[in-house]
C-alpha cells in the first residue's frame, strides 16, 4: 500500500505545487491526501477480497458431502473482510493526513514560471 501512496504522491507533486500556487490551505492539501489514500486503499482491499474468497469457495464445495451438509465447518469470514474494508482504508487515509500536513513544509513547491 505504501509503495502505490509513494507513487501516487510522486505523479501527483504537479497537481499539489498547483493547488499550493492558487492557495490551497494546509487542511485542503491533507484533506486531498486522505482521500487518495482511503480510495487507493478500499480498491486495494476489494481487489485483494475477491481473489482470497476463490479459495474459500473451493474449500467450501469439496468439502460438502452429498446430501448438503458439510464434513468439516467451513464458512467466510464475514466480520473480518467487513473490519478490513473499513479499517485498511481508515489507517491509510489517517497517514496520509497526518504526513501530508508537512509534505509542503519538506518539499516547496517548484516555480511554474520561466523567465
Given amino acids: 500500500m505504501s509503495i502505490g501512496l509513494a ?8 497537481e499539489r ?3 499550493l500556487v492558487v492557495g490551497a490551505t494546509p487542511a485542503t492539501m491533507r484533506r486531498q491526501a486522505a482521500a487518495r489514500a482511503a480510495v487507493l486503499a478500499l480498491v486495494g482491499t476489494g481487489l485483494g477480497i475477491v481473489p482470497g474468497f476463490a479459495p474459500t469457495w473451493v474449500v467450501d464445495r469439496v468439502t460438502r458431502s452429498g446430501d448438503g451438509a ?3 465447518p467451513v464458512g467466510f469470514p ?5 473490519a478490513l474494508v473499513v479499517i485498511v482504508p481508515a489507517i491509510c487515509a489517517g ?4 504526513v501530508a500536513g508537512a509534505a509542503h513544509r519538506w518539499r516547496p513547491p517548484r516555480p511554474t514560471w520561466r523567465d
Wanted: hydrophobic share 65%; net charge negative.
Fill in 17 to 19: 505545487d498547483t493547488f
Fill in 70 to 72: 458439510y464434513a468439516v
Fill in 95 to 98: 497517514g496520509a493526513w497526518l
Fill in 7 to 14: 507513487l501516487a504522491a510522486a505523479e501527483g507533486r504537479e
Fill in 78 to 82: 464475514w466480520l473480518v473482510v467487513a
